[in-house]
């Protein structure tokens, strides 16, 4: 429950928690914690002891038994089976970023137990999402014996029987939502398909991973083996966005170590390349440094680039690649760049001429290897879910972004009857369509919107974890605060309001000057404050001694060597 307020200058509604006295009293007397921290841990939904107990220890420990997957028996036997006959395995991946480390995975386990290893990501323009048939005819000619797929296969009906037609068997690990039909593997190791896995959000990595744990508890080999393998799995979870909760917190928290301690020659040169320092990688480094590097080699070119790269053990090739993704990723940011202009002004047009819930924007001048990330950025700054499409000698691909409460997927399927394919979950979706459908389609999704998506919806909303005063702030706080780390979907970096702080000065920093930097000031204390993007407001409402409330996130600001406690400006609403 929360309690609303008037926008701020970013007319976003401050949504602010209510404090659960008795239960705040209860965690804090148990687990022997602040009470801020135990407020922080029931805005996240937990609000039992023993829970909580879970979600800030966030032991490796806790990590499920990957047999309560019921095919994995049959996965494991099947890939040992192939292995002692010395049978050639192919893994088959995707080629975003939980694809090419589901790929990089389950082929640095395998590779210790055969060399009959290959490895297969099909490329995005040629091939598209998921198994295709002429994958399976090379597979064949080649002898494979065995395909296990990563972070794809749950929709791949047709394909699968063709390669079983081959006489080769298929192995589907996957975490995308199942369709009506399901392909008759061998085995299928998917939460959101086997009823009896509890936790339904891994990622492609982190299913992947869970075969590779059961790989390592049949073989009664040293589990301490596999957490070095993590960095792959927090890369790629975070890549992915799941929900940073339940086994998930456990592996990205305990990855992002092993990212920092990586010794793979392929992660240092990227991580070098990006400009970031080992020991100081977190989500945000990862989102934006390490990620866009990875995803941009499938969205221009060959996303085997990045896989070798994560896979090499030569220091010179891994600095060769590294740097070849870079100059990718900055041809990608130029191409999105523009696209991105192009839509956002149609998308201005779609809301007010046309009043779409649901923005669906096309065009044949768009590369189809960057509308994900296009759809993303609208969703972001519209509120709305987008679909932004690609088309392409009458056959158009688009990538759609969802909001809390429209389902995507589900709304996908019931336009499916003017879709050549579509796939995804609940937050994001792909699909394929006929460029002439397109107005059809544009209709009937928003036809449906109407009874999922209400015009509060639309409004965007700031959740806000607490009403603090500037005198609490400080480097206890902030260390109560990073117990609550790794921050992301689901267990969101916490928010924080201040009512009547007094600005007491104001400049404008950065390259471009498009960051404001304030001082806040209370009684003899003053705080220094930055707001990201938000240098437009500087002149339009501060004057010295302005009175205003805020809304921010609490930070420690590293700097020549000192720590100073910083807040993170997330919206400003004046008082007069």
């Known amino acids: 429950m929360c309690e609303k307020r008037e926008r701020g200058i970013n007319k976003i509604d401050w949504c602010i928690s209510k404090e659960n006295k008795k239960l705040q009293s209860e965690l804090s007397k148990e687990l022997n914690i602040s009470p801020i921290l135990a407020q922080l ?111 794809c296969g749950i929709s791949s009906v047709s394909e699968i029987e063709k390669a079983n037609n081959y006489g080769i068997d298929v192995i589907v690990t996957d975490h995308h939502q199942p369709q009506k ?54 890369l790629g979870s975070i890549a992915d966005s799941v929900p940073f909760i339940d086994e998930n917190r456990i592996l990205i928290k305990y990855g992002l170590k092993a990212l920092n301690q990586t010794k793979k020659e392929g992660l240092k040169a990227l991580i070098m390349e990006s400009g970031v320092n080992c020991g100081d990688l977190g989500t945000k480094e990862v989102n934006f440094a390490l990620a866009p590097r990875i995803n941009a080699a499938g969205r221009l070119g060959d996303s085997k680039l990045a896989l070798e790269l994560l896979l090499t053990d030569s ?33 201005s047009i779609q809301i007010k001429e046309e009043d779409n819930k649901v923005l669906v924007l096309a065009s044949e001048n768009w590369n189809q290897g ?25 056959i158009a691909k688009g990538s759609g972004r969802s909001i809390k409460g429209f389902h995507l997927y589900k709304v996908l399927e019931s336009c499916q009857d003017i879709l050549i394919n579509f796939g995804g979950h609940e937050l994001a979706a792909g699909i394929t369509i006929e460029s002439n459908k397109i107005p059809e389609f544009k209709l009937r999704i928003n036809e449906i919107s109407q009874d999922f998506i ?63 930097k304030i001082k806040i000031k209370e009684e003899n ?47 400003i609403k004046t008082i007069f």
């Open 41 to 151: 841990l029931i805005n996240r939904g937990t609000k039992e002891v023993l829970s909580a107990r879970r979600f800030l220890k966030a032991d490796l420990k806790d990590l499920r038994d990957p047999y309560i997957f019921q095919d994995m028996e049959k996965a494991v036997d099947k890939i040992l089976s192939a292995i002692n006959n010395d049978e050639r395995i192919l893994i088959y991946g995707d080629y975003d970023v939980d694809g090419i480390t589901s790929v990089a995975l389950l082929f640095s386990i395998l590779r210790e137990f055969t060399t009959n290893l290959y490895y297969y990501i099909p490329n995005r323009f040629q091939e598209g999402y998921g198994l295709n048939e002429e994958a399976i005819d090379i597979a064949f000619k080649n002898n494979i014996r065995l395909i296990i797929t990563v972070d």
């Open 181 to 234: 039909d399901i392909p008759s593997a061998i085995a299928i190791i998917n939460p959101k398909y086997d009823t009896n896995y509890p936790f339904k959000e891994l990622a492609g990595v982190g299913v992947g991973f869970k075969v590779a744990q059961a790989l390592y508890s049949k073989l009664k080999k040293n589990q301490d083996d596999l957490w070095s393998l993590l960095d792959y799995v927090a």
């Open 315 to 347: 220091e010179y090739k891994a600095k060769h690649l590294s740097r070849k993704l870079t100059e990718i990723n900055k041809h990608r940011q130029e191409i999105g760049d523009n696209i991105l202009r192009e839509a956002r002004e149609l998308a």
């Open 370 to 394: 960057v509308v994900g990330i296009i759809a993303s950025r609208l969703t972001d700054e519209f509120n709305r879910p987008a679909i932004v499409i690609s088309k392409k000698d009458g």
């Open 454 to 516: 209400k015009e509060d919806d639309l409004n965007p909303e700031l959740k806000i974890d607490a009403q603090i005063s500037l005198r609490n702030i400080n480097f206890g706080l902030v260390k109560d605060i990073n117990v609550l780390e790794p921050f992301g979907v689901g267990n969101p970096q916490p928010v924080f309001c201040s009512y009547k702080n007094i600005i007491s000065d104001w400049r404008l920093v950065g390259e471009k000057r498009e960051h404001l």
């Open 525 to 571: 204390r003053t705080l220094e404050g930055i707001g990201f993007k938000l240098s437009r407001i500087g002149n339009q409402i501060f004057s010295e001694n302005k009175v205003v409330d805020l809304a921010f996130n609490i930070e420690l600001n590293k700097w020549n060597g000192t720590e100073n406690v910083q807040l993170n400006i997330k919206d």
